[in-house]
């Protein structure tokens, strides 16, 4: 049986053409009977912009019995893919004159693109850390990359009353303190290379056949810490990319609402002036 969720998605899927198909047969014939179209379309896509920053809003009261927020996320993609092909008839297929206007329709195609863009990674990134082991709170990350790092010099340390032997302590501390002391390096993460992963673990091998058997237990330890690290940092790149896109989403959508209103004021005001 198909899942509630591949039902709405197809249905939204179909509304979402209907409309669009329906506007583009019935467009040219509106606009000849009605001159005024024009300031329509405007106040509907003025409608549907709010209608849509109101998902922001949703997020941030969730005890309100206003739907769940993935119903709300569903109508924010598809209301939002509808609102660039009504955008599209609103300029009349046309390039906009005046600097007021370029960056106007730049503006609704910034976040036109960023909204499909963070669609997209909405659905990756989730899938990514699943296959990574599961998703760590993103609040957490650091204490949990300072506990690994306090385990491993631990391990270390306790690697030298063991073995009567500082070999092991002394490569921690050349070679692999300042890799749990670092800060995450963001592209290969996000590309999930593991280059840096594998180069720290190949020293540690090599080490082996200079370390005490009691070392070379302890140094097993340490690599499998080394591993945690390397997926934590894989989880903080991919977390960190998804929150970040809201930085530029949200400013961009607010951007635009009040170029929109401007818009419509200046509009009326000037009796259908330039678009």
């Not at 924010?76 to 600097?99: D, E, I, Q, S």
């Not at 977390?239 to 200046?266: D, E, N, R």
């Amino acid at each position: 049986m198909l899942r509630p969720l591949l039902i709405r998605r197809a249905v939204l899927s179909l509304l979402t053409l209907g409309a669009a198909a329906a506007l583009a047969r019935h467009y040219p014939r509106l606009e000849a009977g009605f001159p005024h179209l024009v300031f329509l379309t405007g106040w509907w896509l003025f409608a549907l912009c709010l209608g849509l920053t109101a998902y922001n809003l949703r997020k941030k009261l969730p005890f309100l019995p206003l739907l769940s927020s993935r119903v709300w996320l569903q109508f924010h993609a598809y209301a939002g893919l509808f609102a660039g092909v009504l955008f599209v008839f609103h300029l009349r297929f046309a390039v906009p004159t005046g600097p007021f206007n370029l960056v106007l329709a730049g503006l609704f195609l910034a976040v036109t693109l960023s909204g499909i863009g963070g669609w997209w990674l909405s659905r990756a990134i989730p899938r990514r850390l699943t296959s990574a082991g599961g998703e760590v709170p993103f609040e957490r990350i650091p204490v949990i990359r300072r506990d690994l790092r306090l385990q491993a010099e631990k391990i270390a340390l306790a690697a030298i009353p063991e073995a009567k032997a500082t070999t092991l302590a002394a490569f921690y501390a050349r070679e692999l303190a300042p890799a749990f002391a670092a800060r995450p390096a963001f592209l290969p993460h996000l590309v999930g290379s593991r280059a840096t992963l594998n180069d720290r673990l190949a020293a540690l091998t090599e080490s082996g056949r200079y370390l005490a058997a009691a070392e070379k237990t302890r140094a097993e330890e340490i690599a499998e810490l080394l591993r945690a690290r390397h997926s934590l940092d894989f989880h903080h790149a991919n977390q960190l990319l998804l929150k970040g896109w809201l930085f530029v989403h949200l400013p961009l959508t607010y951007g635009l609402l009040v170029f929109t209103a401007v818009h419509v004021l200046l509009v009326h005001a000037y009796s259908g002036g330039a678009r």
